[in-house]
């Protein structure tokens, strides 16, 4: 019996093996989550700033539109 590998200790071996495996895919995981909160707290962020910007030309250009209507000079 020196030879053969008990059985149990063969499952134990794959038992820790798995979970070797496991803790590789969960920490994976959790990476890839972290990764795309940051992603998507970066591109509110952006579009917030950029949703301003565009508000403020929308209304630069309505102004404008305005005194052109009236038929005041932009200068």
């Known amino acids: 019996m020196a030879g053969q590998e008990d059985p149990v200790q063969r499952e134990i071996r794959q038992d820790w093996a798995n979970r070797e495996y496991i803790?590789?895919?969960t920490s994976s995981i959790?990476?890839?989550s972290?990764?795309?909160?940051?992603?998507?707290m970066s591109c509110r962020s952006r579009l917030a700033t950029l949703n301003e910007?565009?508000?403020?030309l929308e209304r630069r250009i309505e102004y404008?539109?305005?005194r052109v209507?009236?038929?005041?000079t932009l200068t």
């Open 23 to 25: 803790e590789i895919i």
């Open 30 to 32: 959790k990476k890839i």
């Open 34 to 40: 972290d990764f795309l909160n940051s992603f998507d």
């Open 53 to 56: 910007k565009l508000t403020a």
């Open 64 to 66: 404008i539109e305005a």
């Open 69 to 72: 209507t009236k038929g005041e």
